[in-house]
């Protein structure tokens, strides 16, 4: 049998797939979360309005077991019964605006240094599979190659221009920007996975 075809996505999918709060990873008001932002760019640098990001990671001890029902819709709030605003969940799904941008609240995963993103947008076949660098104190730095992390073996494989298109830029404390090229010389790195 011969695989079927696939269909693009969007931009029908935003009626379901965001919801209020989705970039709200992070507990409510917790004193160690950071916020990750920045764009989502198509080949000509131009903002793509209407992408989807979702967002998986480990807590900041390691754990992968977030919290259940992120998504499932509380019948009595309207809201969903996963985000208490109190747990942890390890998951978020954030649309970007009408000039590409997008913002998530979580707090730094333990035991790996990124973020894991799956991209939804307009014009796409298949989805796209990527990751968030975040900086970290104690990843060791080629003086030659300041953005060469030591320990991470995916981007120890990357050349440096390469990799530098999964590294997040710490602009305040707390605060990191990451721009999501979608094509283009400045394409961010994409996984493949089977």
Excluded: N
């Excluded at 079927?4 to 008001?29: H, N």
């Amino acid at each position: 049998m011969l695989p079927t075809p696939s269909q693009t996505v969007g931009p029908f999918y935003g009626y379901a797939l965001p919801f209020p709060g989705g970039g709200e990873i992070a507990p409510a008001g917790h004193r160690d979360t950071i916020v990750v932002h920045g764009r989502v760019l198509d080949g000509g640098g131009e903002p793509v309005p209407d992408a989807l990001l979702e967002i998986w990671q480990p807590g900041p001890d390691g754990s992968r077991t977030g919290a259940p029902g992120s998504l499932r819709r509380d019948q009595v709030t309207g809201g969903h019964a996963g985000r208490d605003g109190v747990t942890f969940t390890g998951f978020g799904r954030v649309a970007t605006d009408a000039d590409g941008r997008y913002v998530l609240r979580t707090l730094a995963p333990g035991g790996v240094p990124y973020l894991s993103v799956c991209v939804f947008a307009r014009g796409l076949l298949h989805h796209l599979f990527t990751r968030i660098y975040l900086p970290a104190e104690d990843r060791t730095a080629d003086r030659a190659d300041p953005v060469k992390p030591l320990l991470d073996p995916l981007l120890g494989s990357l050349e440096p221009r390469r990799r530098a298109t999964l590294l997040a830029v710490e602009e305040t404390r707390g605060s990191y920007r990451f721009d999501l090229r979608l094509q283009g010389p400045e394409e961010t790195v994409f996984l493949d996975f089977h």
